[in-house]
């Protein structure tokens, strides 16, 4: 079992920025690919990010590609998200996710990750 808890969602205004944290405990964070998704009310849980275990790759999303980047820190169990020139449009409950590095699945999508973090609300005003 893997516990994740999110931290760093607030309010801020267009073109500002964020940086969202990812606390890992439980089984070893080393051993899990991260991954950030967000919701936005009456919307599917899209995928934002992700980052493998040693962070020897990284994905984004278009929407957020040279905006967002993603890190860790094994040593902290730490997965971070800094978001850069946020737009109205970035709105959203943002999630974080482990993935086994051994799975196969894609990393783009929901279902390959087993563990969820309750999720922090990110609300960006123009």
């Known amino acids: 079992q893997v516990q994740l808890v999110e931290s760093g969602g607030g309010s801020v205004q267009a073109g500002g920025s964020l940086r969202l944290s990812c606390a890992g405990s439980?089984?070893?964070?080393?051993?899990?690919?991260m991954g950030w998704f967000r919701q936005a009310p009456g919307t599917e849980r899209e995928f934002v990010s992700a980052?493998?275990?040693?962070?020897?790759?990284?994905y984004y999303a278009d929407s957020v590609k040279g905006r967002f980047t993603i890190s860790r820190d094994n040593t902290k169990n730490t997965v971070y998200l800094q978001m850069n020139s946020l737009s109205p449009a970035d709105t959203a409950v943002y999630y974080c996710?482990?993935?086994?590095?051994?799975?196969?699945?894609?990393?783009?999508?929901?279902?390959?990750?087993?563990?969820w973090g309750q999720g922090t609300q990110v609300t960006v005003s123009s």
């Open positions: 980052i493998t275990w040693n962070a020897g790759k990284t």
């Open positions: 439980g089984r070893i964070f080393s051993n899990y690919d």
């Open positions: 996710a482990a993935v086994s590095l051994y799975s196969r699945s894609s990393r783009y999508t929901a279902d390959a990750y087993v563990y």
